[in-house]
């Protein structure tokens, strides 16, 4: 299995409070991402990076922001959560080999709820 | 921009039977298409994967094939199982890194 963490998994807060999610890599891979899935819109991009301090915005990053100061790790901050974020949030890893991209490997999840 | 747009479901089969789940892409240059599988309470994890045109892919008596012509990348199993009961993504993935993911299809194969 790729080395992939995802912390917390599970984490109530309230609405207007700052969130922060962390993922970490062992596997030294460029890319790493940030999810969201929701019921009826299968996965989201919010935000990706291809190296360090290099992120780029996806389809739904409103709300978000994201930091990258180490290869390893790929934090997801909610500014000021609110109940449409709530949600299920993946963080994936892939990496180059022969100058193709490998598949994504996606850590195990973590559950947001805003109340 | 990129897209992908996979066989609504829900989808259920009787055990043995042949599985279809259609998808097809837009995306400019070549990209990499894959299918992915997500048991419940996981993340997604690679079913198989194709990297140019008429590649096929396979895995655990899933196939794929890389069609450019029509854009598409079907899954197909010749005969499913309890165990293959998930949800089903295809997905696309460009030169830059990005991936971009289909709704997903949710199989369920009774006995």
């Known amino acids: 299995d790729a080395g992939i963490t995802q912390s917390p998994r599970h984490k109530v807060t309230e609405t207007g409070t700052p969130v922060t999610l962390r993922c970490h890599q062992t596997e030294n891979h460029r890319y790493m991402y940030w999810y969201r899935q929701d019921p009826g819109h299968g996965l989201r991009l919010i935000h990706y990076?291809?190296?360090?301090?290099?992120?780029d915005k996806g389809e739904v990053s409103d709300g978000y922001s994201v930091s990258r100061s180490k290869t390893e790790d790929f934090l997801l901050t909610l500014e000021s959560a609110t109940s449409s974020q709530t949600s299920v949030y993946f963080c994936?890893?892939?990496?180059?080999?022969?100058?193709?991209?490998?598949?994504?490997?996606f850590g195990q999840g973590t559950r947001l709820t805003v109340v | 921009g990129n897209s992908v747009t996979q066989m609504e479901g829900p989808v259920t089969l009787s055990e043995e039977a042949f599985l279809t789940i259609n998808c097809t892409y837009t995306a400019t240059g070549y990209p990499s298409l894959f299918w992915y599988v997500q048991y419940p309470g996981e993340g997604l994890q690679l079913l198989l994967k194709a990297t140019k045109a008429d590649d096929k892919g396979s895995n655990k008596g899933f196939e794929a094939t890389y069609r450019k012509e029509t854009t598409s990348f079907h899954l197909e199993k010749g005969s499913v199982q309890v165990s293959d009961s998930a949800v089903y993504f295809c997905a696309l993935m460009t030169n830059a890194g990005k991936s971009t993911f289909g709704d997903g299809t949710t199989l369920t194969v009774k006995p």
């Open positions: 990076s291809y190296g360090v301090k290099d992120t």
């Open positions: 994936a890893i892939s990496g180059l080999y022969q100058g193709t991209n490998t598949e994504a490997f």
